[in-house]
């Protein structure tokens, strides 16, 4: 298989995540529907967090296993950096998101406060489903290095077999993006921005791979995907809080992490 062909694969496992984002069209707002979607998607968000962090962890955890104390204290510190850079850039990054906001005129003329709400909500909802794509994207890059690095090495079979179960994981990544923008009825052209985002970087990381491999840059991308990650998992849990559908939000956090381990157990069948 030439590495196009498999740069083509590599593109096709990070594009399967446009057949979740069609749901972030759906108009009624649907609570219980909205509060189902939001917790699939944490659920889905936790176990890529677990993964992730197991990823990463490996390579550390070799090295100590070997009695390599200098590189493991060099990607420790690479995996710390980068996680922190991943969780709190992402709360920097809100914050200055915030600061940018207008103040709101009120009087005779302006909106009514209904049509300013929608509009607030809109807004949140807007930067959290794009936070959610860019820690899902910098999580999809380390897959296209396995990627890439499987068919560097000759593996072709393992190669093909990653891109199948990472597609299939993928797919369910993009429900967890577009799951707080139900109800707002975003534009098809935002929807590609957020599936460009997400997915895009699994063929990027597949070109990389096929020419560059190295552990202590997976461990920085998956370290980055891990502490934003982490970051949406909080603002999803703070969004759950406010709904009463204690029993639906269970189900879906349930739902989610079983899509989660369902899929990725393609990848791990494959040996990765």
Do not use: C
């Amino acid at each position: 298989m030439s590495a196009t062909q498999i740069t083509l694969l590599g593109a096709i496992a990070g594009f399967t995540i446009y057949l979740g984002l069609p749901l972030g069209r759906l108009q009624a707002p649907m609570p219980r529907v909205k509060a189902l979607l939001n917790a699939t998607a944490t659920g889905i968000l936790i176990f890529l967090l677990w993964d992730v962090l197991a990823h990463a962890w490996a390579p550390i955890d070799t090295s100590l296993g070997a009695h390599h104390i200098g590189s493991a204290l060099g990607n420790g510190a690479v995996l710390a950096v980068s996680l922190g850079i991943g969780l709190l850039g992402l709360v920097y990054f809100d914050q200055a998101a915030n600061g940018r906001r207008k103040p709101v005129a009120h009087g005779p003329g302006t909106a009514a406060v209904d049509e300013l709400r929608v509009a607030t909500v809109r807004g949140s909802a807007g930067r959290l489903a794009m936070m959610i794509a860019i820690g899902i994207g910098l999580h999809n890059f380390a897959e296209g290095l396995a990627i890439g690095s499987a068919a560097a090495g000759g593996e072709l079979s393992l190669a093909v077999l990653l891109v199948i179960g990472f597609g299939l994981h993928n797919a369910t990544e993009g429900f967890g993006i577009v799951a707080p923008l139900t109800g707002h009825r975003p534009s098809w052209g935002y929807l590609a921005l957020l599936g460009l985002i997400g997915g895009g970087p699994t063929f990027v990381g597949t070109l990389v791979g096929q020419r560059f491999v190295n552990d202590t840059l997976s461990i920085a991308f998956l370290g980055l995907a891990a502490g934003s990650i982490l970051y949406v998992v909080v603002e999803l849990l703070a969004v759950a809080r406010k709904v009463s559908f204690k029993t639906i939000t269970t189900w879906g956090l349930f739902l989610g992490l079983v899509l989660g381990f369902v899929t990725d157990a393609v990848v791990t069948a494959a040996g990765a």
